[in-house]
Each structure stands twice: as C-alpha cells, then as structure tokens.
C-alpha cells in the first residue's frame, strides 16, 4: 500500500523525476513479485524435495531390513562428558556386544547401541542390509514431510532476497543516475552563480 500511494502521489507532481517514477514502480514490481513467487517457488521447491525424499525413504525401505540382535555382554559407558547434549545422547542409549544373523543367513557380532535397559540374552531389533551390514533406519514419512517443508521455506527465502537484491541493485543505478544529473545541473547552475545579470 505504502509503494502505491508512492505512485499516486508521484502520478501528477510537478517535482517528479523519471527515476523517482522508476523507483517507485521497482518497488511495486518486487513487491508483486515476493507476493507471488515465494509462495510458488517454496511450494514447488517443497514437493520436488518430498518427492525425492519419499522415494528415497521406499528404496530404502526395500534395500534394508529389521533382524534379531542378542545381547552377548553389556559394554561400561564412556566416561561423563560436560557437553550437556552429549551427554543426553550417551545416556539414551547402552553400548553392547550382539550377535545378530542377516537375512541372508551369515552371522555377524559386533558393537551396538541398545536401549538403556538391556541386559544379556535380551533381544532387540536392529537394521542391516541384505547381507547383514548395520545400516541405519529408513527415512520415515514424517522426517520426509519435515525436511520437505525446509526446504520449501529456505526456496522461499531465498527467491525473496534475490528479488529484493535485484530491487536494491535498480534503486543504486536510479540513485547514482540522479545523482549524476544533479552534477550536471550544478555544473550549469555554477556558470552563472553569483551574477547580477544572470536573470535577465
């Protein structure tokens, strides 16, 4: 509203100059143009994501599968760390030695995370491949949707700051245009400064 009663008030004013017309309609220009193609830009930007996430999340899906791990031994914690988010990440989880056998019939042991509560002989699920190689779970629906919609916003954002880039860059040329017509004018104004005879 602000840039269209800019342009009205410019619409018949004896004061106004090209560049302050062409200012003007730059910055309606952009603004029409942020109303319009962020929203278009992050929507189209999201579903290409959400699109190549989910397929991600179905060739995943199929490439890995859930096996039966049985706990051998219970691993002593690392030491405490100060780090408060390390150690939340510590204590969610229980190092074990596990044996586990793939969907291809090899066995395999090894290292693992378990739930903080496992205890030998207990038995837990865990991811592999085809061959039995730990992998970590598929990419679930909701982190697709998540990362998706991120991806969406930071497009939108993005197309926003080019277009208002692009506006700051027309009004800097208009600025130093203006600019150059004053010195002009100042030039030919300076010819005659001071002299009684100057009007006449």
Known sequence: MRMIRGLWRWR????RRRTDVAEAYAALVAAVLIVLATPAVGWAAGSLAHGALVRTGQEQRAERHVVAAT???????PPM??????????????????RWTGPDGS?????????????PGETFGIWTDDRGRLRT????SATATTHA????????????????????????????RRYAQWDIAWQRAGQDWGRADADS
């Not at 066995?107 to 205890?119: F, L, V």
């Open 149 to 176: 919609a991120l991806a969406g916003i930071g497009a939108g954002v993005a197309t926003a700051g080019l277009i208002d880039g692009a506006r700051r860059l027309v009004v800097w040329r208009l600025v130093r």
């Open 12 to 15: 018949r004013n004896p004061l």
């Open 137 to 140: 779970p598929p990419l679930d």
């Open 107 to 119: 066995r395999h042991d090894g290292t693992i995370a378990a739930h903080p509560g496992a205890d």
């Open 81 to 98: 760390d100060s780090d408060p988010e390390t150690a939340t990440a510590r204590d969610a989880h229980r190092r074990v030695h596990a």
């Open 71 to 77: 706990v051998v031994e219970v691993l002593p914690q």
